[in-house]
């Protein structure tokens, strides 16, 4: 005899339908004799967000009341009434709704007083209290945000960082770019030295500072002596860059103007106003951010022949955007009229932002603002 024994099937457990987010309650303030007041609560609201509560006000009684609102408490919250004034007949009732949009972390209660300025007053209290994210659930969001951006920047240091030596730090590149330029009188390898100084006084405040004690009279004596070839003139946007990094810093600031070589400077703008060249629009920048000094500014309207220069640069620059204007051929120019932002006059220590460039872009704006700080 054989006894077959099958097994028992667990019955399966029916999963419970998700719950759905209930609606907050609207609570309900009576204006009848002894009735309790309620209570409001705002919690756990996130910073800047906006929120609501509604009360419910009813009037029982056989009497019109007029209710007046007023708000007693935290006067520096975001609250928004839904009404001040009610007029609430016998046996109606009204909805009160309350908006709170917070601006920071905040823990307080305050109270809403309903009145009729008689014999009636009621005060509601109500609890205002915003969650504060953790430092770790704000990197979440920002990372979230990036997205693929954030990883590969975040794959690029971690990258970078393991074939990091010292011979490659900024104060290292700064320190063998100075020899460079004390000894070496190579066209070339003068302009990958200025290259290097650019990239280290525009990141490193320290060696901004340290360089601008020695270097501005070297640089205005190459862009001084500049023979309008392209390797020249290459070296002396770069040397105007390093200039600017100068004066952006507050600490390099004295140290970067060079009254001597104010004369040199309109010289050069003076032939090159018309080129396709990024010279002109970069010693506009740096003349502009001379002349929010009033001293300075008072020595650059000092230059002599200083009105017939400007003029003179004005017609050219004019001349130079009509003949553009007539030309079919689309091509990139700094002589095209466009919108501009004025450049940052703090230094940005390598973070350019679109509203606040680094310098002018365009020879016609950057020229007209240096017109307009100058009062020509």
């Not at 990239?199 to 309008?228: E, H, Q, W």
Request: proline share 6%; with cysteine.
């Amino acid at each position: 005899m054989f006894f077959e024994i099958s097994p028992i099937k667990p019955e399966k457990k029916v999963k419970p339908a998700a719950l759905e987010t209930a609606a907050p309650e609207i609570e309900v303030l009576s204006l009848s004799p002894f009735t309790p007041n309620p209570k409001l609560c705002f919690e756990d609201v996130i910073p800047g967000q906006t929120s609501t509560r509604k009360l419910l006000v009813k009037n029982p009684t056989k009497n019109d009341i007029t209710l007046f609102l007023s708000i007693n408490g935290a006067p520096e919250q975001v609250l928004s009434p839904s009404w001040t004034e009610k007029t609430l007949d016998s046996g109606s009732e009204t909805l009160f709704e309350l908006q709170w949009t917070p601006k920071g972390v905040v823990l307080c209660r305050i109270y809403l007083v309903f009145e009729d300025y008689k014999r009636y007053k009621r005060e509601i209290p109500v609890v205002l209290k915003t969650i504060s994210p953790k430092a770790s659930w704000k990197g979440f969001i920002c990372r979230k945000r990036l997205g693929k951006k954030h990883y590969e920047i975040r794959k690029r240091v971690l990258k970078e960082g393991k074939c990091a030596t010292t011979e490659n730090t900024l104060g290292m590149r700064g320190q063998k770019a100075m020899t460079v330029l004390e000894t070496d009188n190579t066209l070339y390898t003068i302009i990958n030295a200025l290259e290097v100084i650019d990239l280290v006084t525009r990141r490193s405040s320290k060696l901004c500072t340290d360089y601008s004690k020695t270097l501005p009279k070297l640089l205005t004596g190459i862009m001084g002596s500049i023979n309008r070839s392209l390797p020249e003139t290459q070296a002396c946007i770069i040397s105007t860059n390093i200039m600017i990094n100068f004066y952006k810093h507050k600490d390099s600031r004295p140290f970067s103007v060079v009254p001597e070589s104010l004369d040199a400077f309109f010289k050069i703008m003076l032939h090159f106003c018309d080129k396709e060249c990024e010279l002109f629009p970069s010693l506009c920048t740096l003349l502009w951010l001379y002349a929010h000094d009033a001293n300075w500014k008072r020595v650059i309207r000092g230059v002599p022949d200083i009105e017939h220069i400007l003029m003179k640069i004005q017609d050219l620059v004019i001349r130079k955007k009509n003949m553009l204007q007539k030309t079919t051929t689309k091509q990139k120019s700094v002589f095209v009229a466009e919108r501009c932002k004025l450049p940052n006059l703090n230094a940005d220590w390598g973070y350019e932002l679109n509203n606040k460039p680094y310098k002018f872009h365009n020879s016609i704006f950057g020229f007209e603002q240096l017109l307009k700080i100058l009062d020509y």
